[in-house]
């Protein structure tokens, strides 16, 4: 059973407007969350984290949101570039029991020059 | 990431056959995990460890091994491979057992079984 859920496969957006990925999780006790960025046959690099203790952090053109009630995390990417284009995953874990990290399915970004 | 290789990148194998996917890192960092990637799935955690000969079990790890005996290899065994282990191995590492500061995967070894 997926615990971590992107429900958007996909998603095209014009260069320079702002691109919204989401991603909703099951399990209440996660409290640490990451976005990666995935390339055509290449590993997955990381983006950007967010502990459960804060609901926004910021990275340049990323930013993420966490909505802990609504079990809701958003990656805002501002403006969009045409490298942007690849495929995003969003990562759960509860730190209280270790090691594992539940992925979301991934959306796939385009964005349109 | 140069810090991380996976051999082989490509590999097809028979049904019923052993293989073996490698995973070496000159990071030094103590963990190192074993993810599979599938459409409909997104990664999934086969193994960990948590150091050399110190392995444990992740999400879906029926039909694998893995072993650690020394700190930059970490290896994944298909004991006898299936047609539902055709997937794409990524192998990671990662400083912090929480995964503070998130992983650094490989490139992956895309593994088919016929």
């Known amino acids: 059973d997926q615990q971590v859920k992107q429900n958007s496969p996909s998603l095209s957006v014009q260069e320079g407007r702002i691109s919204i990925l989401n991603c909703d999780y099951t399990?209440?006790?996660?409290?640490?969350f990451l976005w990666y960025k995935k390339y055509p046959a290449e590993g997955p690099t990381f983006l950007i984290s967010?502990?459960?203790?804060?609901d926004k952090n910021e990275d340049g053109r990323f930013t993420v949101f966490l909505n802990k009630s609504a079990k809701h995390l958003s990656l805002h990417i501002v403006p969009s570039q045409p490298g942007d284009s690849a495929v995003y995953f969003c990562?759960?874990?509860?730190?209280?029991?270790?090691?594992?990290?539940?992925f979301g399915t991934g959306t796939s970004l385009t964005v349109i020059p | 990431d140069a810090g991380i290789t996976q051999s082989p990148r490509h590999k097809v194998t028979e049904t019923g056959t052993p293989v073996t996917l490698r995973c070496h890192q000159t990071?030094?960092?103590?963990?190192m995990y074993w993810y599979r990637q599938d459409p409909g799935h997104g990664l999934r955690l086969i193994h960990y460890s948590y150091g050399v000969k110190d392995t444990d079990k992740g999400e879906v790890s029926d039909g694998y091994s893995v072993s650690r005996s020394k700190t930059e290899d970490f290896l994944l065994t298909l004991e006898s491979a299936t047609s539902s282990q055709t997937s794409v191995y990524f192998c990671a590492i990662s400083e912090s057992g929480q995964g503070i500061g998130g992983y650094t995967f490989g490139s992956g070894t895309r593994l088919t079984v016929v």
């Open positions: 967010i502990s459960s203790i804060k």
């Open positions: 399990n209440s006790m996660f409290d640490y």
């Open positions: 990562a759960a874990s509860d730190r209280g029991t270790g090691n594992q990290f539940y």
């Open positions: 990071e030094n960092h103590r963990y």
